[in-house]
């Protein structure tokens, strides 16, 4: 099997009931649960949407709310002056009105392939001491909400994804018209979700059914 009839098996699973016609009430009730219990239903209030091409303190603080800590070290690096350049740098040319799941095949390589800027500052985020892919995903997702998926253990591995192949795994997840629709379904079941992207949707149920696995299995 190949990687998108692997990722694309996964959602499907994830997103439909047993039998493949309707949308999955464990979905609907993990969206409805996160956003009245979990932390991280504050992400969204929290990152800082004035500063488009610059790490602050309000985008530090709002992955916290998403299960990690940026080290100190890193956060004085990200504040600081040279650091600050790099970044905008690669920011400006990362459009911020593009979503992941309107992305068109012809645009994935340039915006979110290897040789991409998005890659390039994920890249520098990576290597920072204490930081590695998830903590770099989640400061990206900060920046970019709509473009960049939250990089989360669970998540990947509810999709059966990589972290090198995380990003092109959700946008062939979102590029399914069937997908993208079941997942239009569970966001519109759950009024408290009506502001979120088929991205952060698709992003809370697989990270709720990887924890609720991870639970089950202990």
Same mark, same amino acid.
């Not at 098996?9 to 009730?29: H, N, W, Y």
């Not at 911020?96 to 068109?104: A, G, I, Q």
């Given at each position: 099997?190949?990687?998108?009839?692997?990722?694309?098996?996964?959602?499907?699973?994830?997103?439909?009931?047993?039998?493949?016609?309707?949308?999955?009430?464990?979905?609907?009730?993990?969206?409805?649960?996160?956003?009245?219990?979990?932390?991280?239903?504050?992400?969204?209030?929290?990152?800082?949407?004035?500063?488009?091409?610059?790490?602050?303190?309000?985008?530090?603080?709002?992955?916290?709310?998403? *299960?990690?800590?940026?080290?100190?070290?890193?956060?004085?690096?990200?504040?600081?002056?040279?650091?600050?350049?790099?970044?905008?740098?690669?920011?400006?040319?990362?459009?911020?009105?593009?979503?992941?799941?309107?992305?068109?095949?012809?645009?994935?390589?340039?915006?979110?392939?290897?040789?991409?800027?998005?890659?390039?500052?994920?890249?520098?985020?990576?290597?920072?001491?204490?930081?590695?892919?998830?903590?770099? *995903?989640?400061?990206?997702?900060?920046?970019?909400?709509?473009?960049?998926?939250?990089?989360?253990?669970?998540?990947?591995?509810?999709?059966?994804?990589?972290?090198?192949?995380?990003?092109?795994?959700?946008?062939?997840?979102?590029?399914?018209?069937?997908?993208?629709?079941?997942?239009?379904?569970?966001?519109?079941?759950?009024?408290?979700?009506?502001?979120?992207?088929?991205?952060?949707?698709?992003?809370?149920?697989?990270?709720?059914?990887?924890?609720?696995?991870?639970?089950?299995?202990?």
């Amino acid at each position: 099997m190949d990687g998108a009839s692997l990722w694309l098996g996964q959602a499907r699973a994830l997103l439909f009931d047993a039998r493949g016609r309707d949308v999955s009430p464990t979905a609907i009730e993990d969206l409805r649960s996160y956003l009245v219990e979990s932390d991280g239903r504050f992400f969204e209030q929290l990152y800082d949407v004035h500063a488009a091409n610059r790490f602050t303190a309000s985008d530090l603080l709002a992955v916290t709310s998403l *299960g990690v800590v940026v080290p100190p070290p890193v956060v004085m690096l990200l504040l600081e002056r040279t650091a600050t350049a790099t970044v905008a740098s690669l920011l400006s040319t990362i459009d911020t009105d593009r979503c992941v799941e309107d992305l068109p095949p012809e645009d994935y390589e340039q915006l979110l392939g290897e040789r991409s800027a998005a890659w390039s500052l994920w890249d520098f985020l990576n290597v920072q001491p204490g930081i590695g892919p998830t903590i770099a *995903g989640k400061l990206m997702a900060a920046k970019r909400p709509r473009l960049i998926p939250i990089s989360d253990f669970h998540v990947k591995d509810t999709l059966g994804a990589t972290d090198r192949d995380f990003w092109k795994c959700v946008w062939t997840v979102l590029a399914d018209n069937q997908l993208r629709a079941a997942l239009g379904a569970i966001r519109d079941a759950v009024p408290d979700a009506w502001n979120l992207s088929l991205l952060r949707v698709l992003d809370i149920v697989a990270w709720s059914a990887g924890t609720a696995l991870m639970r089950s299995s202990l």
